[in-house]
T-cell receptor, first 112, second 111 residues
Framework: DQQVKQNSPSLSVQEGRISILNCDYT??????FLWYKKYPAEGPTFLIS?????DKNEDGRFTVFLNKSAKHLSLHIVPSQPGDSAVYFC???????????FGAGTTVTVRA | DTGVSQNPRHKITKRGQNVTFRCDPI?????LYWYRQTLGQGPEFLTY????????KSRLLSDRFSAERPKGSFSTLEIQRTEQGDSAMYLC?????????FGEGSWLTVV
C-alpha cells in the first residue's frame, strides 16, 4: 500500500529554469514531510522539510509547498543547476517517531 | 566526518550465507533507523531504535533479519540464510529531533 506517491518518474528542465516536483499522499495522519536528493550509489541527502502547521517553507533555491486539503506537496527548485540532476524522493511521517514513508522518486535531469 | 557511517559499503555473498552490516549514527542521535531500497523504489522502513530499545519492526523484516543497538550507539543488521530477494541497498539513518540523516548505504548482492 503506497501511501506516498510521486507520479512523475522523470523530469527534464533547462538550466536556469524552475523545476517543480510533485508528491501526493493518502494518509491524513502524516504531519511532517521531507524531500531528499539521491545520487546513484549514495544515500539520500536531506534537502528541506515542512510541518503540517505550515503551507510553505523556503531554504535558498528550494521551496516546499503543502496543500493539506489536497494531500499534495511540491518542491520548487529555482534556478535549476546541473548539479541538481539526481533522484528526488518525497517522504512523510506521523507523530513523533519520524518513521518515513517514501515515494518512488522522480529523476531530474537539468540540461545545459 | 561526523555523518552516519555504514560498512561495508558493498557485500557480495552466496545464497544461504549470513551477512552483517554496521551503522555508526551521528554522535548523540538517540534514534536510529534501518531502511531497504531496491532499484526503482523509494527506501522502505525496516526497524528503528530509540537509544538501545527497538521500538518497531516492519513486517518486511522476516525472522531471518535481526537488528541490535546494544549500547544505544552503533547498530548492526544481520541477515541469516540470505536469499536472492535480499539483494538491495540497506540504509541506516539517525535523528535527534525532526531531521533524519542517512548514511551512504550498504549494497548487498546475493548470488
Amino acid at each position: 500500500d503506497q501511501q506516498v506517491k510521486q507520479n512523475s518518474p522523470s523530469l527534464s528542465v533547462q538550466e536556469g529554469r524552475i523545476s517543480i516536483l510533485n508528491c501526493d499522499y493518502t494518509n491524513s495522519m502524516f504531519d511532517y514531510f521531507l524531500w531528499y536528493k539521491k545520487y546513484p550509489a549514495e544515500g539520500p541527502t536531506f534537502l528541506i522539510s515542512i510541518s503540517s502547521i505550515k503551507d510553505k517553507n523556503e531554504d535558498g533555491r528550494f521551496t516546499v509547498f503543502l496543500n493539506k486539503s489536497a494531500k499534495h506537496l511540491s518542491l520548487h527548485i529555482v534556478p535549476s543547476q546541473p548539479g541538481d540532476s539526481a533522484v528526488y524522493f518525497c517522504a512523510a511521517a506521523t507523530g513523533g517517531d519520524y518513521k518515513l514513508s517514501f515515494g518512488a522518486g522522480t529523476t531530474v535531469t537539468v540540461r545545459a | 566526518d561526523t555523518g552516519v557511517s555504514q560498512n561495508p559499503r558493498h557485500k557480495i555473498t552466496k545464497r544461504g550465507q549470513n551477512v552483517t552490516f554496521r551503522c555508526d549514527p551521528i554522535s548523540e542521535h538517540n534514534r536510529l533507523y534501518w531502511y531497504r531500497q531496491t532499484l526503482g523504489q523509494g527506501p522502505e522502513f525496516l526497524t528503528y531504535f530509540q537509544n538501545e530499545a527497538q521500538l518497531e519492526k516492519s513486517r518486511l523484516l522476516s525472522d531471518r533479519f535481526s537488528a541490535e543497538r546494544p549500547k544505544g550507539s552503533f547498530s548492526t543488521l544481520e541477515i541469516q540464510r540470505t536469499e536472492q530477494g535480499d539483494s538491495a541497498m540497506y540504509l541506516c539513518a539517525s535523528s535527534q529531533a525532526n531531521t533524519i540523516y542517512f548514511g551512504e548505504g550498504s549494497w548487498l548482492t546475493v548470488v
